[in-house]
């Protein structure tokens, strides 16, 4: 629900719309855009699938467009990863996976996740620490999947957390 309620209130190109969540009996269900034949920029962080430099540069500065209006909508993502960046058929970008967002506006009464929350593969340094986020947490992490998309590997290679 933290999900829906997050991404519902965005309505941007770049960013899955939400229309609709629910429980029906015991089951939790949320209504989301359709990207038929989509698929997440993981697959596209391998070196033998890395797509041409102007393809990333133009992902990268989708993302950073949809980030932006969600920031400006006091809403941090808080979990940018490849793994949440879906491509369409034609290669155009949709953020999704709000449900751990931070909704930093005056009149939130939403409940938020508080302690470490994200992939720590791609948290930003004041995540890692547990400090209070803000915009520069998810363009760390953008960073972090631009490198990937560029390079085919994570910036931070390590063997253990």
């Known amino acids: 629900f933290n ?7 965005l309505t941007h190109p770049n960013i899955i719309h939400i229309f609709d ?6 089951t939790c269900y949320i209504v989301m855009e ?9 697959s596209f962080t391998r070196p033998e699938s890395l797509l041409p430099v102007e393809k990333v540069v133009e992902i990268v500065f989708k993302c950073a467009k949809a980030l932006d209006y969600a920031h400006r909508s006091g809403v941090v993502h808080r979990d940018i990863k ?5 491509v369409t058929r034609d290669m155009d970008v949709k953020i999704g996976d709000f449900s751990i967002a931070h909704i930093n ?6 409940t938020q ?9 791609y948290m930003s340094p004041e995540q890692l620490r547990e400090e209070s986020v803000g ?5 760390f992490s953008l960073g972090l999947v631009m490198f990937e998309l560029l390079t085919g590997k994570h910036p931070f290679a390590a063997d253990n957390f």
Not at 3 to 9: C, F, R, V, Y
Not at 113 to 121: I, L, Y
């Open 113 to 121: 996740h508080a302690g470490m929350m994200g992939s720590p593969k």
């Open 105 to 110: 506006t005056p009149d939130s009464t939403a």
């Open 34 to 42: 359709l990207i038929d034949g989509g698929e997440t920029l993981k």
């Open 3 to 9: 999900e829906a309620h997050t991404a519902g209130m």
């Open 82 to 86: 490849p793994a949440n960046i879906l």
């Open 135 to 139: 915009s520069q947490t998810d363009l």
């Open 21 to 26: 969540a629910g429980v029906d009996d015991e």
